[in-house]
């Protein structure tokens, strides 16, 4: 999972998801009912991704990858990562950041709009 297009397929297959290149042409933004979920740096080399998580997970994610998982570069750094995809993380842990930041947007959509999802 360390290629965009590996990223994109993942990231579409989960319920709702919209996806869109509104900053500019490299930076392609995936959205759960317009809450941005992940951002996909595309011009980068090894490719980024911006992910939301849990402020004290975030901490612990820095942590336990260093060099790898960073603060969100342009993004609240209390709330978002921002994760190097090289060989030195699983292709199940960056499916498992993704995960968390889907459930994580989930989680602030009214029940009532995540039925028409």
Request: proline share 5%; net charge neutral.
């Amino acid at each position: 999972m360390h290629h965009a297009e590996e990223i994109r397929n993942y990231c579409l297959q989960k319920v709702g998801v919209t996806e869109s290149f509104p900053f500019d042409e490299f930076t392609l933004v995936f959205k759960l009912m317009d809450k941005i979920f992940v951002l996909l740096a595309l011009d980068s080399k090894p490719i980024r991704i911006n992910v939301k998580c849990h402020p004290e997970k975030a901490i612990q994610q820095r942590e336990e990858f260093p060099n790898t998982v960073l603060p969100g570069y342009h993004m609240n750094k209390k709330h978002w990562n921002t994760i190097i995809l090289n060989d030195s993380i699983s292709a199940s842990q960056i499916q498992l950041f993704i995960d968390e930041s889907y459930h994580l947007v989930y989680n602030t959509i009214p029940k009532s709009k995540r039925l028409l999802l």
